[in-house]
Nanobody
Framework: QVQLVESGGRMVQAGGSLRLSCAAS????????MGWFRQVPGQERGFAAA????????SYADSVKGRFTISRNNAENTVYLQMHSLEPEDTAVYYC?????????????????WGQGNQVTVSP
């Protein structure tokens, strides 16, 4: 069973940058795609970004395309989400997830394991 622990979330001003990390343990991290989702209270958990098992292919939600970059280091069992030009609308709890497939997917059901979530707050 894969265990995921996110870190790096904090409060930042609009226009700023932040990098989230997700450390994986207990499973074949390098064999599956990884994703980042985010959730605002009262709303469904939404897709942000995903990366294939080897890191070659990525996928982004339109709302973050050009501002966020997902990457992974399989030697260290870690996936990252670099966020630039942050907006108040990016405020959410960010979740790291391990996929059921090798290619990057945007559907919640394509992910099997989830982290506990990490709060990101962007002030105006």
């Amino acid at each position: 069973q894969v265990q995921l622990v996110e870190s790096g979330g904090r409060m930042v001003q609009a226009g700023g940058s932040l990098r989230l990390s997700c450390a994986a343990s207990g499973g074949a991290f390098s064999a599956v795609a990884m994703g980042w989702f985010r959730q605002v209270p009262g709303q469904e958990r939404g897709f942000a970004a995903a990366i294939s098992w080897g890191g070659r292919f990525t996928s982004y939600a339109d709302s973050v395309k050009g501002r966020f970059t997902i990457s992974r280091n399989n030697a260290e069992n870690t996936v990252y989400l670099q966020m630039h030009s942050l907006e108040p609308e990016d405020t959410a709890v960010y979740y790291c997830a391990a996929g059921r497939t090798v290619d990057p997917r945007s559907d919640y059901s394509d992910y099997e394991y989830w982290g506990q979530g990490n709060q990101v707050t962007v002030s105006p």
